[in-house]
């Protein structure tokens, strides 16, 4: 075709245009890298300006040319109706936590005494930032995907909202031009800065909307915005600190794998000091605590990790934290503020907790009106009296708690307190057993008790019932319409519709929510049971090990101590209430009354690798009731399956949920072998 006609012209102006595109989107990104992560910008504040300004007006004269990952975009997505879940391939583990130079060094010698080993073990230490852990997936250099922590396994998707914090990289940098890895999983802490908290306050205030507590509650509340439109208006930032899963390089040791994630673009905490031995830790933690008030940003203690990744990974984790790292905490918030009066509370599992009622006092930005005593020893030790001044702390998210009595303040009109001899909701006896702190109640059928276990059953992470609060919870046993959770499946409409503040409506919802839940992942089913030391993360270990019921409740003592993460006090406590004919009673009458744990695909498989699912090609169609279709996509797939849109000659299986379109006609004509969810399992786990 001759040149320089109209027709060729047109493309060739694009390809212009496009390259100066290009070109500026490399370039605001670098800068942004310069500016952020290393702190070192190379050019002006009003010559980035310049630059964005510019990318942004050609972006909006050609929408043809729109990235998601151009640095203009930092600026929110449409609003989403809600927040989808995923797993995270490798658990996002908590740090066990330290409290004192003894708890520090008796770390170190747990590490050495696991190794093996007797020479000084090299940590690497860092400030300890009180924000919101999350996880940013790159696939191919680009951000694909973010989420929170969750519950360790499983987080919200919130990828919208951090990719408008300008401290996340949204293209990898890779300076001498080497490809990115294919898969890299980053962790860090998402927070606001104290002096942006105040700004974000103030401006809140100018326009009459409620202030947030504390920074971490308004990076937690920015984070979970449905509409990260919103997300970026907040003054978010991101430090990291750690990998998942990573297809490419792995780094030799943490401080290598920091300073490879520094290249590759990502903020990192310049306060880590690396390899040090536990002498120097203890100084770096002293040196954070003097420095802690001058920083723009909380940290609530150090962060203290064995270098070495080969050491860590013999080392290995607890059901909820590596054995590697520890979180030395400074010392609490703290204020002082008087005793009113007493309490005994009556928990799930019968133990007596004294609770003291304060004059409400604010810590740290939060009202604290309650604080645990924890038990009777506790108070004799303290020698806490009703009417006493005393300080109380708060760390972390952890219950307030009566640090010491001011003995100065006292007047002599305190009053002692006695731990009651007999329950204070059932009257029924109190027994102490040797070795325990805590006093309980005996009696299995204490209202305080079916209370808290009707409230366990029902509490998200377990049964999850909607609209089932602890008022009405208290008003059906107090009424005594039931006496235990196997009761709830045979509520109905008449009998919740004679309640206070229970119209018919609700009525109807509550009797639908809980009759809609009945198909249960086992795992959520076993935490519902309330059974002692079975927290979610036990009973996803037990839903994993027997992935059944049965298998479950026919494990001996030695079977359950087999499984890593569950010691001799939680065995033994599963096979004590397993062995009480009552609770095999209840739960055969939750099962009667059509209740149906599952194994939950995206949780509890067994991360079987020689799957017969390897190498085939899937197509899904249709509603599916186990999991979301994205978690079926992501389940075959980490088996070494394929999941493809339409189906042809080369589909192996049809995987058919409830209402299969033409999907299912197709794959009929075509002879392909059509599986049910039950039969996919069964692929799942073969
Ligand atoms: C915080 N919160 O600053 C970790 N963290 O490492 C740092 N948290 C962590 N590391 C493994 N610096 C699990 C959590």
Known sequence: MPKNTPESSRPRTIEVIRREIETLRRE????????????????????????????????????????????????????????????????????????????????????????????????????????????????????????????????????????????????????????????????GEVFIGLGAFKRLNANRLKNDLPPFANPRNAAAGSLRQLDSRITAERPLEIFCYGMGRIEGEIPESHWEMLEYLKRLGFRINPLVRPRIKIPEVLDYYRELAAMRHSLDYDIDGTVVKVDDIDLQRRLGAKSRSPRWALAYKFEAVQETTRVLSIEVQVGRTGALTPVAR????????????????????????????????????????????????????????????QMPGRCPVCDGGVERNAGEAASRCMNMNCPAQIKARIRHFAAKGAFDIDGLGAKLVNQLVEK??????????????????????????????????????????????????????????????????????????????????????????????????????????????????????????????????????????????????????????????????????SVSKNTDYLVAGDKPGSKLKKAETLDIQVLDEAKLADLLYR
Not at 165 to 175: A, D, E, H, K, Y
Not at 378 to 390: L, M, N, P, S
Not at 575 to 581: I, K, L, T, V
């Open 28 to 187: 605001l990104h670098h800068h942004n890298y310069r500016y952020h992560v290393l702190d070192d910008p190379e050019i002006s504040d009003a010559e980035y300006d310049r630059k964005l300004r510019r990318l942004m007006d050609l972006e909006a004269a050609h929408p043809e040319l729109a990235d998601p990952d151009s640095p203009s975009v930092r600026v929110g997505a449409p609003p989403l109706e809600r927040f989808e879940t995923v797993r995270h391939s490798i658990p996002m583990l908590s740090l066990d936590n330290a409290f004192s130079d003894g708890d520090l060094l008796d770390f170190d010698r747990r590490v050495k005494r696991h190794l093996g080993v007797q020479d000084e073990i090299r940590y690497t230490a860092e400030p300890k930032l009180d924000g919101i852990a999350v996880e940013l997936v790159y696939r191919g250099g680009r951000l694909a995907l973010a989420s929170t922590r969750g519950d360790g396994l499983t987080g919200e998707v919130i990828t919208e909202n951090v990719r408008t914090i300008r401290t996340v990289p949204l293209v990898l940098q890779t300076p001498k031009g080497d490809a990115p890895p294919t898969l890299l999983e980053v962790r």
């Open 358 to 417: 304060l004059d409400p006092v604010s810590v740290g930005g939060v009202t604290v009106s309650n604080a645990t005593l924890h038990n009777e020893d506790e108070i004799r030790r303290k020698d806490v009296r009703i009417g006493d001044t005393v300080l109380v702390q708060r760390a972390g998210d952890v219950i307030p708690e009566v640090v010491k009595v001011i003995e100065s303040r006292r007047t002599g009109e305190e009053t002692v307190f």
């Open 480 to 645: 005594e319409i039931i006496t235990s959770y196997a009761d709830l499946f045979h509520l109905d409409e008449d009998t919740l519709q004679g309640l206070e503040r229970m119209g018919p409506k609700s009525a109807r919802n509550l009797v639908e929510a809980i009759q809609s839940g009945k198909r249960i992942p086992l795992r959520r089913f076993l935490y519902s049971l309330g059974i002692r030391h079975v927290g979610e993360s036990v009973a996803g270990l037990l839903a994993v090990h027997f992935q059944s019921l049965e298998r479950t409740m026919a494990a001996s003592r030695e079977e359950l101590e087999g499984i890593e993460g569950v010691g001799p006090e939680i065995a033994d406590s599963i096979r004590h209430f397993f062995d009480q004919e009552e609770n095999r009673k209840t739960i055969q009458r939750i099962l009667d009354s059509g209740v149906e744990p599952f194994l939950d695909f995206a949780y509890e498989d067994a991360g079987k690798t020689d799957s017969p699912i390897a190498g085939k090609v899937f197509v899904l169609t249709g509603t599916l009731t186990s999991m979301t279709r994205s978690e079926a996509k992501k389940r075959i797939e980490s088996a070494g399956g394929k999941v493809t849109g």
